[in-house]
């Protein structure tokens, strides 16, 4: 499978370089999908480094690394990272193009079908 088409906003790797700063022991930011949460599928997101099999993508110039496992690979192709900071609803969020539905609070979604 080739490179995960994710994008990462200016203002997540405006955040994601702050927070860096505060961890040097992290490598970069790895953005996960497990089963659970309220909608079948949920995001996880936690400083961390690479690991082996990893999709490491870079924004060109930013100095900040996403890191994305084999598994989760395929849930996140197209997607956007971002980060809001929005009074009642700030935090890293994930815009996914392959979200058949999110829940209300943004943290979960359900996939499409495959081949739908």
Same mark, same amino acid.
């Given at each position: 499978? @080739?490179?995960?088409?994710?994008?990462?906003?200016?203002?997540?790797? &405006?955040? /994601?370089?702050? $927070?860096?700063?505060?961890?040097?022991?992290?490598? #970069? /930011?790895? $953005?996960?999908?497990? +089963? @659970?949460?309220?909608? #079948?599928? !949920?995001?996880?997101? &936690? $400083?961390?480094?690479?690991?082996?099999?990893?999709?490491?993508?870079?924004? !060109? @110039?930013?100095?900040?690394?996403? *890191?994305?496992?084999?598994?989760?690979? %395929?849930? /996140?192709? @197209?997607?956007?990272?971002?980060?809001?900071?929005? /009074?009642?609803?700030? #935090? *890293? &969020?994930?815009?996914? %193009?392959?979200?058949? +539905?999110?829940?209300?609070?943004?943290?979960? *979604?359900? %996939?499409? %079908?495959?081949?739908?």
């Amino acid at each position: 499978m @080739g490179a995960a088409m994710i994008t990462v906003t200016e203002n997540a790797v &405006k955040q /994601l370089q702050a $927070l860096l700063a505060t961890r040097p022991d992290a490598g #970069g /930011l790895r $953005l996960q999908v497990s +089963r @659970g949460g309220c909608a #079948g599928m !949920e995001y996880l997101m &936690k $400083l961390d480094s690479a690991a082996e099999g990893d999709e490491v993508i870079e924004p !060109e @110039g930013s100095g900040v690394r996403v *890191f994305v496992d084999a598994e989760s690979r %395929p849930y /996140l192709d @197209g997607c956007e990272v971002d980060y809001s900071d929005a /009074l009642a609803d700030s #935090g *890293f &969020k994930v815009h996914n %193009p392959n979200a058949a +539905r999110s829940c209300g609070c943004g943290s979960s *979604f359900e %996939p499409r %079908p495959a081949g739908g």
